[in-house]
């Protein structure tokens, strides 16, 4: 299995909905990130989490970080059509700076 | 400012062709890496450069991919010849640092009929 695994891998609520996603990982890290990817775009970063963090806020973001169980979760609080997107969290090892993604969560949100 | 931009942003060739994708980062940004993301399943990285120089090409698959980046600035990455496996989205990603937030392009589309 990889490391950063995302679950759900599809997720869909109604607009005005919070959004949870979860992500797993298998070695120690430096740091762990969420992207966004729109449909036929490039990634968007939206958030980092250090290792020594446990929780950060950024808007309607809010990420936590478990590195006891090597995990991690975003939230996106009260959701527009607009977040549709698949998102991916990415970590990056303490023995490389290279990033490692999962296969990410496809939420849509519906109007 | 520009962002990372790659070129082309969708590529259709024969199996056994060649198919050059190019990425140009964002200026000052001394390191590049190239991913690839196949079928819908996870994004996986080819390699690293840092300057012109290769940092990590552990997860490029094969001798058939041959990946520059002369004089530091853009890069190019080659597949010859094509198989029908190597088709997905090629993304290029820079950043000043090399830990960090990555900046991507919109991805290069290779399809390998």
């Known amino acids: 299995s990889q490391q950063g695994e995302e679950d759900p891998q599809a997720l869909s609520i109604q607009e005005g909905e919070n959004a949870t996603m979860n992500c797993s990982y298998k070695?120690?890290?430096?740091?762990l990130q969420w992207y966004r990817q729109n449909s036929g775009r490039g990634l968007v970063h939206l958030i980092l989490i250090r290792s020594n963090e446990r929780e950060k806020h950024s808007g309607r973001l809010r990420v936590t970080l478990d590195t006891s169980k090597k995990s991690s979760s975003l939230l996106i609080t009260a959701s527009r059509a607009a977040d549709t997107a698949s998102y991916f969290c990415a970590t990056d090892s303490t023995s490389g700076s290279r990033l490692t993604f999962g296969e990410g969560t496809q939420l849509t949100v519906n109007p | 400012e520009a962002g990372v931009t790659q070129f082309p942003s969708h590529s259709v060739i024969e199996k056994g062709q060649t198919v050059t994708l190019r990425c140009d980062p964002i200026?000052?940004?001394?390191?590049l890496y190239w991913y690839r993301r196949v079928m819908g399943k996870e994004i996986k990285f080819l390699l690293h450069f840092v300057k012109e120089s290769k940092q990590d090409e552990s997860g490029m698959p094969n001798n058939r991919f041959l990946a520059e980046r002369t004089g530091g600035t853009y890069s190019t990455l080659k597949v010859q010849p094509a198989e029908l496996e190597d088709s997905g989205v090629y993304f290029c990603a820079t950043t000043h640092f090399n830990t960090g937030e990555l900046f991507f392009g919109e991805g290069s589309r290779l399809t390998v009929l």
């Open positions: 200026s000052g940004h001394d390191n």
């Open positions: 070695t120690s890290i430096n740091n």
